[in-house]
């Protein structure tokens, strides 16, 4: 399967600290996205970051992607209260173009 | 600018009832459009998506359909609901495949079938 898993399932942090959440994949990928959700609403794309690159920055979001290990991280930095919601993690492969989602990981910032 | 309208937000339907749910994207030609489903607590299933007019791909049997009369308009049925059909429907469009670019999600609709 070409899903990729978030990790942990769940975090609580304060205001104020940073944010790491992890995804893995099984298979090669032609990239890797994360999306966020609010409670409720649609996903919102965050950053895309290719199979030919390692590490890619949007504002406060630090996203690494290590082909060898299957694997990408998701940082959030000086986390926000607004920064509240599910994170997922997608991937599609080289040969599909489909993306397939993760279960996410429900973070949580207290204020 | 490039917009998603989908509906109904949410809707209560019988076992056995029909269903239809549309979703409509402004602001571009051509979209590839994405129907997925999200179960509580759970990760997105992709359940349909389409290239074009006419042009269906099922990822999951079930018994739901899709059907996209128009470029911008893309329909998720279904002639008898089943209690396993609740959930969270996302519609989604992307310019190019999903495999080279992002998705832009509805807002979504919230389907309970007693």
């Known amino acids: ?111 | 600018s490039q917009t998603i309208h989908q509906w109904p937000a949410t809707l209560v339907q019988p076992v056995g009832s029909p269903l239809s749910l549309e979703c409509t994207v402004e602001g571009t030609s051509n979209p590839n459009l994405y129907w997925y489903r999200q179960a509580a607590g759970r990760g997105l299933q992709l359940l349909f998506y389409s290239v074009g007019i006419g042009q269906i791909s099922s990822e999951v049997p079930q018994n739901l359909s899709a059907s996209r009369p128009q470029d911008r308009q893309f329909i998720l049925s279904s002639k008898k609901l089943l209690l396993s059909d609740s959930g969270f429907y996302l519609c989604a469009w992307s310019a190019v495949a999903a495999n080279t670019g992002e998705l832009f999600f509805g807002e979504g609709s919230r389907l309970t079938v007693l």
């Open chain 1, 1 to 111: 399967s070409q899903q990729g898993e978030e990790d942990p399932q769940a975090l609580s942090i304060q205001e104020g600290e940073n944010a790491t959440m992890n995804c893995s994949y099984k298979t090669s990928i032609n990239n890797l996205q994360w999306y966020r959700q609010n409670s409720g609403r649609g996903l919102v794309h965050l950053i895309l970051i290719r199979s030919n690159e390692r590490e890619k920055h949007s504002g406060r979001l630090r996203v690494t992607l290590d082909t060898s290990k299957k694997s990408s991280s998701l940082l959030i930095t000086a986390s926000r209260a607004a920064d509240t919601a599910s994170y997922f993690c997608a991937t599609a492969g080289a040969g599909s173009y489909q993306l397939t989602f993760g279960k996410g990981t429900k973070l949580s910032v207290i204020p």
